[in-house]
């Protein structure tokens, strides 16, 4: 099989020749008489195009590939018709602007693609990418000679906010020292804490004082108006974000782009278009920050996101990341979770357990465990934790938001959200007695069977998805 290449536009045929001409023979059609428009230009065929006789030393009985690339659609098709009738087996491939494509059914063994979808992807990608250049420089330059910068993240980060932090920091060629992470809360999820154990990471918890010690403020994944006043009325210089964009403060610096799925997607392309190489670190906690905060691909991603996660996949330690995302059960922790087991409830696809006194970080744990119970779409784990009784949610991923669900019951009294598969609930036990007439075993059963279990059953009477054939849930 060989190639023939037609085109009104010659510098198509120098593409052609670096790229298809590489791998496969390949003729390239000129008018008699014509230049080469290429001095290297190997294997021409001349003749008018549109006449059958220039494809006469071509093997009729024999495939062949055609590209044809033309500015006007009449002209593209008189071409092929010669081109079939003198060798009836060739495949076409049509290349122009929308208005030059003939239609599907013109030919058989055809195929249409216009410069956009061959070319101008690349040409965006690429203007991109200078653009994105351009904003690595201008964050490198508001931050150049501070002599401490606060990177600062939310209350209980997560690993998009994590990973996004250590890749500002490294972008802005400074350590742990000059430009720590810094959170008014603390990092209480088990998988987020064996990030930062596994990867070396750590975030600092500070309060609204500890901000004068630093000369620039950059926030990540997340935007001013969310800290309220623990601010203390400090401008912050840079925010780099994915949510929603927020209104009612003013910053030098400031990248948020909704459309993207995590904020580690825009410090990836950071670190492209400053043509720095991800170590495997820095690949392991963006590609768990990328996954964590799109479901792994499955929510609210972009092609940016996609290009991403591979970008990231290949260059990641997959033994790191599985102990991030399987952590170690502290062995204390087995005797409580095995009594409190054999306690476990399932009603009507709510698997609900009491841990009693227990660490934190186990409740979570436990909550992902009962949601592989049989029967289980949604799993709820409770604990008390010192004065506070604490909650962690799950959900099949298919279902009313968990965060939606556990705002309604415990807004009002303690903290309580999340996002749809997952959600928690930190709530004071002089709130819980004030609310409720309690806080022990019985009253937390009656009201997670009870309101939190109705208001599951009326999401699904209004019309939640069912779950997916074969799930087995």
Not at 89 to 106: A, K, M, N
Not at 127 to 134: F, S
Not at 408 to 432: C, D, N, Q, W, Y
Request: charged share 25%; with cysteine; glycine share 8%.
């Amino acid at each position: 099989m060989d190639c023939i290449v037609v085109s009104d536009q010659r510098v198509f045929y120098g593409m052609l020749q670096r790229s298809v001409g590489r791998w496969i023979q390949t003729y390239y059609v000129l008018d008699k008489g014509e230049r080469a428009p290429y001095a290297d230009l190997d294997n021409v065929v001349r003749g008018d195009p549109g006449d059958p006789e220039t494809y006469a030393s071509f093997a009729p009985e024999e495939e062949h590939v055609a590209v044809l690339a033309f500015r006007a659609r009449t002209e593209a098709e008189r071409v092929a018709r010669a081109i079939t009738r003198r060798l009836p087996r060739t495949y076409l491939l049509f290349l122009s602007l929308d208005e030059g494509l003939p239609q599907l059914e013109s030919f058989a063994h055809m195929r249409v693609r216009t410069w956009d979808e061959l070319v101008g992807k690349h040409l965006e990608q690429e203007v991109r990418t200078l653009v994105t250049a351009w904003r690595v420089d201008a964050v490198r330059a508001l931050f150049d000679g501070a002599r401490r910068v606060g990177i600062l993240v939310q209350d209980d980060p997560d690993p998009d906010a994590i990973a996004s932090g250590l890749a500002l920091r490294t972008l802005l060629g400074r350590n742990r020292t000059t430009a720590p992470l810094l959170t008014f809360g603390a990092v209480t999820r088990p998988e987020n804490l064996a990030m930062l154990r596994v990867l070396d990471l750590d975030v600092r918890t500070i309060d609204t004082a500890a901000l004068a010690d630093y000369d620039r403020l950059a926030c990540v994944d997340i935007q001013p108006p969310v800290f309220g006043d623990r601010l203390g009325g400090r401008e912050v210089d840079a925010v780099i974000d994915h949510h929603p964009e927020q209104r009612g403060y003013r910053c030098a610096f400031r990248d948020v782009r909704p459309s993207y799925g995590a904020t580690a997607t825009i410090l990836t392309e950071y670190f492209h278009a400053a043509g720095l190489s991800i170590n495997q670190r820095h690949a392991t906690a963006l590609l768990y920050g990328l996954k964590t905060d799109t479901l792994n691909l499955g929510r609210e991603v972009g092609p940016a996101d996609v290009f991403a996660f591979q970008h990231l996949y290949q260059r990641a330690n997959l033994n790191w990341l599985r102990r991030i995302e399987l952590p170690e059960i502290p062995r204390d922790a087995l005797a409580t979770i095995g009594k409190a087991l054999t306690r476990l409830e399932v009603v009507d696809g709510l698997s609900y357990v009491w841990l009693g006194r227990v660490r934190e970080d186990v409740i979570a744990q436990v909550a992902d465990m009962l949601l592989q119970v049989e029967g289980a779409v949604w799993s709820v784990a409770v604990g008390r934790v010192d004065d506070r009784i604490v909650a962690s949610v799950r959900n099949a991923g298919y279902l009313r938001a968990a965060g939606d669900v556990v705002k309604k019951i415990f807004g009002e009294i303690g903290s309580a959200g999340g996002h749809r598969t997952m959600a928690k609930i930190v709530v004071p036990i002089a709130a819980l007695r004030r609310r409720w007439g309690g806080h022990g075993p019985r009253t937390l059963h009656r009201i997670f069977f009870g309101p939190f279990l109705d208001e599951i059953r009326r999401s699904d009477r209004n019309g939640a998805s069912a779950p997916p054939s074969g799930s087995g849930r």
